[in-house]
């Protein structure tokens, strides 16, 4: 059984650019959901996907966008990025959408922002 | 906002010692849920807790809901350097997860 995976590892951009994260789900989970964990904090919701539809979305603005593929990976793009975009991005994977089932987290792409 | 509370932020303790770290908010939540993280690695799931006043118990870790579900504690029993990390809590229900900041723990050997 393959966990969650994610690329690229580690991401160094300019304030203004875009960017493009990645994001495969453990096998047999059609649920992905995407979070931004900013140094010493915990990691804040964006947006889940499931049947390559926005299944709830946290409090981001809409430069932070997403796509999901029938095969269930995921795509995090971020638009006319800002140092305060400087985080750990997490994806976890589940069986089902909603929060009852457990997630599965990746291990993150750390994006700098410069 | 649904805000979850965690203390201490920081804690460092010698191998073989007992600890406490607290979870705490003045909303109610569904189910809570604690995780560890290593550094370079995603969040791990340790356990769900669903029932106010419900105990549960992972080998050392004993983790306990509160009785009105709006807080809760995790105690760890004669910590090991293998314990090391950032301990989260996460309240649940019918929306995101929301998670605290964080304990960062450091067992020293």
């Known amino acids: 059984e393959t966990g969650v995976t994610q690329s690229p590892t580690h991401l160094i951009k300019t304030r203004g650019q875009q960017v493009t994260l990645r994001c495969s789900s453990q096998?047999?989970?059609?649920?992905v959901s995407w979070y931004q964990q900013a140094l010493g904090q915990g990691p804040q919701f964006i947006f889940q996907?499931?049947?390559?539809?926005?299944?709830g979305r946290g409090n981001f603005p809409p430069r932070f966008s997403g796509l999901q593929f029938p095969n269930y990976s995921s795509e995090l793009n971020v638009n006319a990025l800002e140092l305060d975009d400087s985080a750990l991005y997490l994806c976890?994977?589940?069986?089902?959408?909603?929060?009852?089932?457990?997630?599965?987290f990746g291990p993150g792409t750390r994006l700098t922002v410069t | 906002t649904q805000l979850l509370e965690q203390s201490p932020q920081f804690l460092s303790i010698q191998e073989g010692e007992n600890l406490t770290v607290y979870c705490n908010s003045s909303?109610?939540?569904?189910?809570l849920q604690w995780y560890r993280q290593e550094p370079g690695e995603g969040p791990v799931l340790l356990v769900t807790v669903v029932t106010g006043g419900e105990v549960k118990k992972l080998k050392r870790l004993t983790f306990q809901f509160g009785d009105a579900r709006k807080d809760s504690s995790l105690h760890i029993t004669a910590a090991q350097p293998g314990d090391t990390g950032l301990y989260l809590c996460a309240g649940s229900g019918n929306t995101p997860l929301v998670f605290g900041k964080g304990t960062r723990l450091s067992v020293i050997a």
């Open positions: 909303s109610v939540f569904s189910s």
């Open positions: 096998s047999g989970h059609n649920t």
């Open positions: 976890a994977s589940s069986l089902s959408p909603g929060f009852s089932y457990e997630q599965y």
């Open positions: 996907y499931y049947r390559e539809e926005e299944n």
